[in-house]
């Protein structure tokens, strides 16, 4: 399956379950990226690092690092235009 | 101040909490101290009549388990855990309507601890405006608390909401909360809090990590089920929103973005290095012209006394109130970037650099103010969550070379590079200026890169963070920040700076030479006043006794006494004296070396006399006292050395410990000395000097 961090900006994809669920995970769980929260790939930071997503009017950066631990499948809403 | 009810106001980040308690309180707030915590605490009153409410503006939290250390002072306030003294009677919890259901993931943590609170709603005016429909008496019904509209900037909600709370207050204390339940102490646990909370700690036998998960899940799925039954919004993406995509396309763009934010710093960089000079001259002319006019009131007889007043209790003055231009600028501008959104966007786009060092991009402000002062660069690391690494920015923001040294930098290249042939086409002195600048950035983050794996070990902060939508900053906002800060700078760290002003002026003083200065009144008294050149004469023979003066004083003489040590790094007594003396101010160094080489008071970097008294200075067996080796090693010892009693204060104040401004000293002192000495000696060994 792939993680969050191989979409691309502007897919929109359902949040699978974290493989570690530790502090940051926590604090992206409190900001609604929760296991199965529906959240858009918005854009990379210079040179590809950090990624801002968005989930629920609600923009949020995560460093790739991070975001690989992330299973993502591709949302049947696909591409926001 | 303990006998009025407490009432505290909860929130996430950018709930609009600040505002709504600017209006509550008006002009009544003020920065509060309290002991064990190093952040500013907010607290304003709301009195009608004889009846008194204390407001309490707490950091802004996401979460009842806190992740950094300022969220983990609002949860041990509202869980009661903080002081004695500090007990709610009343929690606000202050909810973006237009963020509704993120918010409400407080409500369902309160909800669940059962801890009673109010609801205040903000930004409902935008919610309108945008189509959305929020049910207001729903909410409560829901939630089964009290519900009002706050928003801060609605004149009329405000004055109903603080007749509500009056109203609501009670006497007695909240009782205190049972921090027992397992989900609880498992998502504390996972967040790493459990020290700051005060739970116990799951069971070894616990999953805590899982029990955190489903707990996290739970509440999310109560925040959003409560926002389902009161909340609709309209299809169309809100406005607010497709505003922030709009300048995101810009500020967040990979060339666009980092230009952007090069221009915006390049003018707060100006604010601080150029446009606060005046401000700075202004204070001190006022000063100066108050003191001079004061001074007058001194009986002529009274010598001591008039020193005492002039270079004691006024430069007292003057050193403290310099500082406030660039820190009511440094908070003016950073406020408006916070307010706007844009702070966070820098935290976004500088990641990438500042995560190598191991710091938050939050980190990069200090670091820039830096090289105007370090006193606000220091107290602008509020801003940076994490203790160990706002300590980490603390410790070697001095090391950034600051305005104050570009004086020194100056006099030391214009006397002994003057000459110097250009390099690769490009003056010695422009070279010399590069590698000051390059060395002092270099330490800075070097040392940062050291204390963060050694002495304050922390992992590498977490970026998670969110990027708020864009809002107009309001500007009074911004000036009462700037306000309070300039204030609370000059209650916590004034007092330090004139004290130690006046214990340097003593060791300027003492002992007095009393025969010499009967001598220099009987000469002065001896010159012929109608000759031509009576005032000139007079002059020279008070600088040659301020010279005097100055050997035979307490500095002087420790200037000597330092001179063995100071001798390894190419430096005379002389230079001793100024090092001491600079610890007044970097910039002193220059008008002390005037004094010492007898050319009297008020000498600075561009006097040809000075350039020519340091060119030609000997020691007794005719060698050169500068050469350019001996520049080098006094410029490496101004870059690194922790020269500046205000700086000190600041950090004082900044980390509410004598014991972080002593190390401070302490290593910047040491890597001062070693590097000086390597410069020399090594320069020696090649032939140099």
Not at chain 2, 300 to 328: H, T
Not at chain 2, 341 to 366: I, K, Q
Not at chain 2, 471 to 487: D, N, V
């Amino acid at each position: 399956m792939k993680t969050l961090n191989e979409y691309l900006p502007g897919q929109k994809v359902i949040l699978g379950r974290p493989a570690l669920f530790d502090e940051v995970a926590l604090r992206l769980a409190e900001l609604g990226l929760c296991e199965g929260a529906t959240v858009t790939i918005t854009r990379r930071g210079p040179l590809g690092d950090p990624l801002e997503v968005e989930v629920k009017t609600t923009r949020i950066c995560l460093r790739a690092e991070k975001a690989r631990q992330y299973p993502a499948d591709l949302s049947p809403a696909g591409v926001r235009p | 101040m303990t006998s009025a009810p407490t009432v505290v106001l909860l929130g996430n980040p950018n709930a609009g909490k600040t505002t709504l308690f600017n209006a509550l309180t008006g002009l009544r707030a003020k920065v509060g101290n309290y002991p064990g915590i190093t952040m500013d605490v907010r607290a304003g009153d709301i009195v009608a009549g004889d009846q008194r409410v204390q407001v309490i503006d707490l950091p802004g939290t996401y979460s009842l388990a806190p992740h950094s250390d300022d969220e983990a002072v609002a949860v041990r306030v509202v869980l009661g855990r903080l002081a004695p003294h500090l007990v709610p009677h009343h929690i606000v919890l202050v909810l973006d309507a237009t963020h509704l259901e993120r918010h409400l993931y407080l409500a369902a943590q309160l909800e669940r601890l059962q801890i009673p609170y109010t609801v205040a709603l903000t930004m409902t005016d935008t919610l309108d405006a945008e189509g959305g429909r929020l049910d207001v008496a729903g909410l409560a019904q829901v939630l089964g608390r009290p519900v009002y509209r706050a928003s801060g900037n609605n004149p009329d909600e405000v004055q109903a909401f603080r007749q509500r709370l009056l109203d609501d207050v009670r006497d007695e204390p909240l009782p205190a909360v049972d921090v027992t339940p397992l989900w609880y102490r498992a998502l504390v646990e996972v967040a790493g809090a459990g020290d700051a909370v005060g739970s116990d700690r799951p069971g070894p036998d616990v999953d805590a990590a899982a029990v955190a998960k489903d707990a996290v899940d739970g509440l999310a799925r109560r925040a959003t089920e409560i926002a389902d039954q009161v909340l609709t919004m309209p299809d169309e993406r809100p406005r607010s929103e497709r505003r922030t995509d709009a300048i995101d396309r810009v500020m967040l763009h990979p060339v666009a973005g980092p230009m952007v934010f090069v221009v915006l710093f390049g003018l707060l960089f100006q604010a601080l290095f150029t446009w606060a000079a005046p401000l700075m001259d202004g204070i001190d002319l006022v000063v100066g012209g108050l003191g001079e006019l004061l001074v007058g009131y001194i009986p002529d007889d009274m010598p001591l006394s008039k020193s005492l007043f002039l270079d004691g209790v006024v430069s007292g003055v003057g050193n403290v109130l310099v500082f406030v231009p660039q820190i009511a600028i440094l908070f003016l501008a950073l406020s408006l970037l916070e307010d706007s959104g844009l702070l966070a966007r820098v935290a976004f786009l500088l990641d990438r650099v500042m995560s190598r060092v191991g710091l938050h991009g939050r980190a990069f402000v200090p670091f820039l103010s830096g090289f105007a002062c370090a006193v606000p660069a220091i107290m602008a690391t509020r801003a940076i969550s994490s203790h160990k690494d706002r300590l980490t920015t603390i410790m070697v923001t001095p090391l950034i070379s600051c305005s104050a040294r570009l004086p020194v930098y100056t006099l030391i290249i214009a006397t002994v590079f003057a000459t110097a042939e250009p390099v690769l086409g490009i003056n010695v002195g422009t070279w010399i200026l590069f590698g000051a600048y390059g060395l002092s950035v270099g330490a800075a983050l070097a040392i940062a890169f050291v204390f963060k794996r050694t002495l304050l070990k922390s992992p590498v902060p977490s970026l998670v963070l969110e990027l708020p939508v864009y809002r107009r900053p309001r500007l009074g906002q911004a000036a009462k920040t700037a306000a309070e800060k300039s204030f609370a700078f000059l209650r916590d760290a004034g007092t330090i700076i004139f004290a130690i002003t006046l214990v340097l002026w003593a060791l300027f003083t003492f002992p007095r030479d009393d025969a010499a200065q009967a001598q220099l009144q009987a000469d002065v008294a001896a010159l012929d006043k109608t000759a031509e050149d009576a005032e000139e004469r007079e002059q020279a023979l008070r600088s040659a006794h301020a010279a005097h003066a100055l050997d035979h004083s307490v500095a002087g003489r420790l200037g000597h006494a330092l001179e063995p040590v100071l001798s390894p790094l190419g430096f005379d007594w002389k230079i001793g004296v100024g090092v001491i003396a600079s610890f007044a101010a970097r910039e002193v160094f220059v008008s002390t070396m005037g004094l010492v080489y007898g050319l009297g008071d008020g000498t600075d970097e561009e006097s040809v006399s000075l350039k020519h008294a340091i060119q030609n200075d000997t020691y007794p067996n005719g060698e050169k006292v500068y050469t350019p080796l001996t520049g080098l090693s006094l410029i490496v010892f101004f870059v690194l050395a922790m020269q500046c009693m205000s700086t000190l204060a600041a950090t004082r104040r900044e980390t509410r410990s004598y014991r972080w401004p002593v190390f401070q000293f302490a290593y910047m002192t040491a890597l001062a000395y070693v590097a000086s000495l390597i410069t020399f000696q090594v320069g020696r060994l090649l032939g140099f000097g």
